[in-house]
């Protein structure tokens, strides 16, 4: 299944896409996509609906971010085998975790808000993954089997709040809509093998990032499997797991986005995002 949220921001309606591609609307049968909408049975409860007895959705509307107030929004960090040696770090033997504020979630084509004194905003395609079942030191077959599905995060970056101004990356990680996910939650069972999914992502119709899944370092299983270790987690917490090379910091020289910059980005399967950049 394909979960989506529609409708302005902060009054978002749960619906699901048919086999047409059609927006649905699922708000008659459960009040939004989250935590618990999202657990197993949850799941199963929408299987069993037929997508053509819901109401259809019409025109174009916006789209929410495809998961409603998740608990925690995790981050993994060089992740990506290709993307460490653009940035000149080393390998991560664990690993590398911090945290995005759940306030930096936004819209799948919402604006990109660059932020007061922000003078390297940069841009990072992730494969993104939610919670389904509640996770306290799990193996990997249990964390595979805990994870609800898959979506697109663009994890926005502000490199000079993140490196240059003391403390941890969350200052640069979390600022209001550095979080855009979706445009659709798919199910893990309809994603199937995350193994070697392609990534792109592109500034004013320029590609600066074509990468794949396959040059991942820890795999959304063990990752999950690797956080429960340190806390517990819940339906809806959702974990986005990292970015192939291409971002603006890797290239000579750097490239940072400004006002009136576009992005666009997509994951095989679970779609794309279209951004533009505005000031604060």
């Not at 992502?201 to 299983?221: C, H, W």
């Amino acid at each position: 299944m394909k979960l989506l949220r529609f409708g302005p921001n902060g009054t978002e309606k749960p619906g699901l896409v048919d086999a047409e591609g059609k927006i649905r609307d699922l708000s008659g049968i459960v009040s939004d996509i989250d935590g618990s909408t999202i657990t197993p049975e949850g799941l199963e409860r929408l299987r069993a609906i037929d997508p053509s007895s819901l109401p259809l959705v019409e025109g174009d509307p916006r789209l929410g971010a495809c998961v409603a107030r998740p608990g925690k929004f995790i981050c993994i960090g060089l992740n990506y085998a290709d993307h460490a040696a653009e940035t000149g770090a080393a390998i991560p033997e664990e690993p590398i975790l911090f945290m995005k504020a759940t306030s930096a979630l936004s819209g799948p084509n919402d604006p990109i808000v660059k932020p007061r004194d922000a003078t390297k905003l940069d841009w990072e395609v992730e494969l993104a993954f939610v919670v389904g079942t509640e996770c306290r030191y799990v193996d990997e077959e249990q964390a595979e089997a805990a994870i609800a599905g898959y979506f697109v995060c663009n994890d926005v970056s502000e490199r000079a709040f993140q490196l240059e101004r003391g403390g941890t990356w969350d200052k640069g990680k979390g600022c209001d809509s550095f979080g855009p996910i979706g445009p659709w939650l798919v199910t893990a069972d309809e994603v199937g093998d995350t193994s070697d999914l392609h990534m792109w992502l592109e500034v004013n119709g320029k590609r600066y990032q074509d990468g794949s899944t396959s040059t991942m370092i820890f795999r959304p299983a063990f990752i999950l499997s690797y956080l429960s270790r340190f806390m517990s987690l819940q339906p809806g917490d959702i974990v986005t797991t990292g970015t192939p090379p291409g971002v603006g910091l890797g290239q000579t020289p750097n490239v940072w986005l400004h006002k009136g910059d576009r992005v666009a980005l997509g994951i095989a399967g679970l779609g794309e995002q279209r951004q533009e950049v505005i000031d604060a």
